[in-house]
């Protein structure tokens, strides 16, 4: 091992599925769409879920969450 080892973090999660549906709450949560997010809470709250399989729904979320909006809303109003 030297000094600048080039060892990473492993970002991928256990379940990409749940990822990507983590990712499509967190888009659905940020442009207002309360149908889909309440559906997606619905669908992996269910019984048939493992903790592994939640704790990458919500990684997901927070991976996207973590990207700024692209523009903000206050500024995009006309007068």
Same mark, same amino acid.
């Given at each position: 091992m030297g000094f600048? %080892?080039?060892?990473?973090? %492993? !970002?991928? %999660?256990?379940? #990409? &599925?749940? &990822?990507?549906?983590?990712?499509?709450y967190a888009i659905?949560? @940020?442009?207002?769409? @309360? *149908? !889909?997010?309440?559906?997606? !809470? @619905? =669908?992996?709250?269910? /019984?048939?879920? &493992?903790? =592994? =399989?939640?704790?990458?729904?919500? *990684?997901?979320?927070?991976?996207?969450?973590?990207? #700024? #909006?692209?523009? %903000? *809303? @206050?500024? /995009?109003?006309?007068?």
């Amino acid at each position: 091992m030297g000094f600048f %080892s080039r060892k990473q973090e %492993s !970002t991928e %999660s256990a379940d #990409p &599925t749940m &990822t990507e549906l983590g990712r499509e709450y967190a888009i659905a949560k @940020r442009h207002g769409d @309360r *149908k !889909t997010a309440n559906r997606l !809470t @619905r =669908e992996v709250g269910g /019984n048939g879920r &493992t903790d =592994e =399989e939640r704790a990458a729904f919500w *990684k997901g979320a927070d991976d996207y969450d973590a990207i #700024p #909006p692209a523009h %903000s *809303k @206050r500024h /995009n109003r006309r007068r």
